[in-house]
Structure formats: C-alpha cells, structure tokens
T-cell receptor, first 111, second 116 residues
Framework: RKEVEQDPGPFNVPEGATVAFNCTYS??????FFWYRQDCRKEPKLLMS???SGNEDGRFTAQLNRASQYISLLIRDSKLSDSATYLC????????????FGAGTQVVVTP | DAGVIQSPRHEVTEMGQEVTLRCKPI?????LFWYRQTMMRGLELLIY????????DSGMPEDRFSAKMPNASFSTLKIQPSEPRDSAVYFC??????????????FGPGTRLTVL
C-alpha cells in the first residue's frame, strides 16, 4: 500500500456544484496534513493545512478522519478557476521536514 | 518577496549530455528539496538539505544524479550523462522549520527537462 493515495479522477463538476474527494494515508502517527493546488504546467501551491479535525477557508473545507486515516477536501460553489490538480501531502514522522505527496486528484469544472 | 527561483525554466538536450539545474531558495529558509514530477510517477522527492547539508538522498535514482548546496542561497542538481527517461519537470522547494516538525513548502516554477 502506498503511503499516500488519492483518486486520480478526473472529477468533472458543473459550475456551482459541490465536489469532494479523499486522500488516504498509511502512517497513523501523522499529525498534520496539507492540500496543495497545482495548475497545469505550474508549481504546487499550498491551499490548506489541516492540524486537527478540519479547516475551512471560504468555499474550501478540509476534514480529517483519524480513525479511517483519510483527509478530505470539499469545494462548494465550484468556479471554473477551481479546475486544477489537488495534491495531498503528509509529513513523514520519521524524517524531519520530509513530505510524502499523493499523485493528485484532477478536478475539471465545466460551464 | 522573491519566491524560490529556478533556472533554466526549460532545457532541451541530447542524450549523453550533462544537465545542470539551479535553485535559489527563499532567503532564511533552512530546508531545500529537489523533486521530480512525471505523469507516470507523480511528484517524487529526490534529495533534501538542511542548512546546506544533504540529509536524505535515497530518492536519487542513480549515480548519474548528484546535488550540491554550497551555500544557503544556491543549490544545483546535475545529471551526467542524461538519458531520455530523465525527461520530467524538476521542482525545487524550500521551507523554514525552525524546530517545527512540518511547515509549508514553497515551490519554485520548475525546470522542464527534455532529453532527446
């Protein structure tokens, strides 16, 4: 099993709809998690950090389920500009500063 | 503030040639990471440095790959000799941990390498 796994998608979402997707992780000792957004041919950029049960920033909500070892990202009222690949990142507990990135979930918001 | 700077942004070379990628981290950051991204394998960590010292190079695919960080503001990733399977986007990232176990990593714009 990979340390961090994501559904690659694509998730095709009508504009204005809600979309949610998960990221599962294998290390139960992980304490913090990150969602990065990557636009086509661009670098990943931090979208949200998750340190406890969840985090909300405008239309974006990240939730953590420690029992089932996954984090989710929910996007409400999807905009065309939300089309991107969303990467989850989990710091490795045995390597200071080292992250394991998931392969990413592609979201395509359509008019 | 300037972000992570990488050069060149694009590199096209022929198999067997030496390739050198460059990175300038954000000033004051104490960790620097080199990643490779391909469609097949996603984002892979190649090597990372803490205060200019290599900490973990287990992701470096072969001896053809080497990385240095001679000072806090500069790092290089060298491939010699290059092969077509090295074609990928190479990202440099940096962050400031300052004693914390984790913190946001800031990525540079990447170098898109094509080896013919």
């Amino acid at each position: 099993r990979k340390e961090v796994e994501q559904d690659p998608g694509p998730f095709n979402v009508p504009e204005g709809a809600t979309v949610a997707f998960n990221c599962t992780y294998s290390n139960s000792a992980s304490q913090s998690f990150f969602w990065y957004r990557q636009d086509c041919r661009k670098e990943p950029k931090l979208l949200m950090s998750v340190y406890s049960s969840g985090n909300e920033d405008g239309r974006f909500t990240a939730q953590l389920n420690r029992a089932s070892q996954y984090i989710s990202l929910l996007i409400r009222d999807s905009k065309l500009s939300d089309s991107a690949t969303y990467l989850c990142a989990v710091p490795l507990t045995d390597s200071w500063g080292k992250f394991q990135f998931g392969a990413g979930t592609q979201v395509v918001v359509t008019p | 503030d300037a972000g992570v700077i990488q050069s060149p942004r694009h590199e096209v070379t022929e198999m067997g040639q030496e390739v050198t990628l460059r990175c300038k981290p954000i000033s004051g950051h104490d960790y620097l990471f080199w990643y490779r991204q391909t469609m097949m394998r996603g984002l892979e960590l190649l090597i990372y440095f803490n205060n200019n010292v290599p900490i973990d190079d287990s992701g470096m695919p072969e001896d053809r790959f080497s990385a240095k960080m001679p000072n806090a503001s500069f790092s290089t990733l060298k491939i010699q000799p290059s092969e077509p399977r090295d074609s990928a986007v190479y990202f440099c990232a940096s962050n400031l941990l300052g004693g914390a176990p984790d913190n946001e990593q800031f990525f540079g714009p990447g170098t898109r390498l094509t080896v013919l």
